[in-house]
Each structure stands twice: as structure tokens, then as C-alpha cells.
């Protein structure tokens, strides 16, 4: 009932990508950096104000948990900003350092055993989890950084693999607050008068979690605008180079300064067309997104509020809440948490596309450029030939940047069929779990009929 996009990443360089040369700075390649920080900020910060009630006698050692997560949260902060580091002014003194930081990555977020409890580990969630950490392993095995300078596929290669810790990060940090509210739960349906705000805390803390997951997805938000600016700054800065050289030049034959026109039109054309849809895309993402979760928390409370009002004519129930109740908080919170990675998961796919596109324009800039320039230095009565090749090639680029396609249609419908198969798994997970919650009521009714009986 969940989704997962296999990235396209596990093989060799040479087979995934053509060893294409870079035409922006390495850190350009790689935005999921930026991203894997801020959600590194806001994790650290998480785990650094999360308070365990100490008179809360937990069957799991919550603390112990996050203690370790937050010595993980550190290894891979320290690890990023090496990364950072090694990427923004490369040279081969920084392969060590750079190949020693992702394995850091690695070790921290595929290695390092947070032990969930058994709740847990049965749910979906962790299975896509351990998924993630073995692409982790695979992406970085196929990986082998050498002294000379970086080709695009290697920086890419790089982005997934970010782009999984970042993955990683939000789910770890997320379950471990699901973990401590679920037990604090469990301690107080274990008590012989359960206390009369059980049912506010349960709600409250169905509406915690959509809460928390929205504030991921806010940072994912922020640094697919981000991006969008970027290739959008980058095409214009491109464009106004031509154009310049146009100023510059008042002799150039009126049909090649009108083929510079149309060509930074056309670019200019196809940047905002792609950043509106994509920006339309998030949207409706978002807006699906927002109704799954909004289902998924009112049915799952709607489970436990029944559950918990029949406690108060029949107490006989009360073995039956016990387990439903945390059982409830657990399908919620892992499909909800899982629901929060669709973005993610479908970072590949659309980042590949763009990368491509931006560096085709700005091939096409450069070349434009050359011979653009060419053409306003020619001072011989021989003009004609140099003028005539950059027109062919305006026209041509111009030409060529018209047939851009990108398949957003198709990354809008992965991206629905994600939150969609995650929603619906949530909600039959939901339905089996009342299927044996009444089951269990009905055998507390004849086990009770039968002790009456019997008296």
C-alpha cells in the first residue's frame, strides 16, 4: 500500500550519466546540501528540547534513544559542513576529506542502530527505512572519488545521496517523538484510574505530528524556490551577457540582434513556464498532501475516542484499549511520517531534468556568446561568413530551446501516487485495526456474560 521511487543512481558513473563537464560551480550541482542542513537545524533543535517526564516510568528508554540520536544528528552536521567545505573550493586536497565525510553520512544514518521498539519495527515505515539505508550504501559504493576534477554525474550521485539522508534524518527524528508520546500513553492506560485528560492528549498529539511534518515540507519548499530563483538568476545573467555584447555593437546586421532577442525570449519563456508549473505542481501536492493527513488524523482519532468511551460503561474494555490506543498512535504517525518523504523521493526525478536543461542553456549562452563576440570584433570587409554562422546558430539554439519538454505532468503523478498509496495504506491499516478491536470487545462481552453466569 506505500510507494517507492527507486532511484536510478545504483550503477557506475559512466552508466548512469555521460561524464558531462561542469559549467557552474561544484555546490550548484549539489542543492540537497543546503537542504540536508536546514533539516539537520531543525532536527538538532528537536531532539535538544524534546523533555521526558521523568515520572513517567517508560517501558522503553527513550532517553537512551535520544541520546543516540542526538550523537547522530551531531556526526552529521559536522559531516555536512566538511562537505560543504571540500565542494566549495575543490581541489584534489579535499577527495580525503569529502570521501571520508559521506562515509560519515553513511555510518551515522545506515549503521548506527536506533532500536526502535517492536511497535514499531512492524510498521511500513521502517521497511521503507531500511530501504533508504541500503540505497545509502549502494549509491556510495558506486561512488569513487580520485584526484581529478569532478564530472556532473559524480555531483549528482552526490545530491541523491544527501537527499536520502535528508530523508533519514526527518524520519528518525519524527519517530522518536512518536515513540515517547506513544509510551507516555501506554503508562497511562496502565494506571487504575486512567486520567481524565487522556482524550485531549490523544487528539493533541495526532495534530503534533501533522504539525512537525509540515514544518519539513515548509524547508523542502524553501529550497525548491530556492533552486527555481537560481536557474532563473542564472539564465537571465546569460541573457544580459548577450545582449550587452549587442549594445556594444550597433553594426551588427539588424537579423542577428533580432535572433539575440528572440533567443533570450525563448530561454526566458521556457525558465518561467517551468518554474509556474512547477511551482503549480507543489501546490497541488501540497493541497493532497494536506487532505491525507487530515483524514489519516481524524480517522485514526475517531477510532480512539470510540475506543475510549467504552471504557466508561463497560471498564471490562479496558485491555482492549490499552492496545488499540498506542496501536492507533502507531499506524498515524509512521504512514503520516512515510506521507512527509513523497517529496524526497521524487527529488531525482525532476532534479535530473533541471540540471539538464540548465546546463544546456548555459552551454548555448557560452556558445552564443563566442560567437556573438566574434561577430562584433569583425571590422573586415569579410564579415558576412562570421555574421551568418552566428545567426545559424541563434536561430538554431532558439530552435532547440522551443522543443524543451519537461515531464512535469509525469512528476506530478508520481508525486500524487505517493501520498495517494501511503493514504490508503494508512486507511486500511486503520480498518484491520478495528476489525480486532471489536473482535476483542466481543470476547471481553462473553468472557464478562459468562463470569455473570457463573455467579
Known sequence: HYLLIRSPLQCTIGECYPAAPLLFRHLEYVPSLDYLRSVLRVSSESVRSAIVNPSLKLAYDVSKMANLMGYVLRNVTQASDVIATSLGEWSESNVRPLSDALHAVRHSLAEVDLIYPEYYRGQALVQELNHLKGLMEEQLDSLELKGHGMVRGELQLINSFLTVASSLVIANTLVLQEVYEIERTKVFLSQLFIPSELESTVLHDLLVIGARTNEYDQLYSNAFNS????????????????????????????????????????????????????????????????????????????????????????????????????????????????????????????????????????????????KLQMAAACTTAACDPVYSDALEFLVASTEKVRTFAPAIDTYQNLLLTCVNGKAQGAMSQLIEEIVGFNKCLAARKVSSDEDTLLD
Do not use: W
Not at 243 to 253: I, K, S
Not at 295 to 309: F, H, L
Open 227 to 370: 533552486e527555481s530563483e537560481r536557474f532563473l538568476r542564472f539564465t537571465t545573467e546569460g541573457g544580459q551577457l548577450l545582449q550587452t555584447v549587442v549594445n556594444g555593437a550597433p553594426a551588427l546586421p539588424a537579423n542577428l540582434q533580432r535572433a539575440v532577442t528572440e533567443f533570450n525570449s525563448q530561454v526566458d519563456s521556457f525558465v518561467q513556464y517551468a518554474t509556474s508549473e512547477l511551482q503549480e505542481v507543489r501546490h497541488v501536492l501540497q493541497a493532497r498532501a494536506a487532505k491525507a493527513f487530515d483524514d489519516t488524523i481524524q480517522s485514526g482519532y475517531g477510532v480512539q475516542a470510540s475506543g475510549m468511551a467504552m471504557l466508561r460503561p463497560y471498564p471490562r474494555n479496558l485491555l482492549c484499549v490499552r492496545h488499540m490506543l498506542p496501536t492507533i498512535k502507531t499506524i498515524v504517525g509512521s504512514h503520516l511520517i512515510s506521507i512527509a518523504l513523497c517529496s524526497n523521493e521524487l527529488t531525482d526525478f525532476i532534479y535530473e531534468q533541471a540540471i539538464e536543461y540548465r546546463d544546456t542553456v548555459r552551454q548555448l549562452e557560452q556558445q552564443a556568446l563566442a
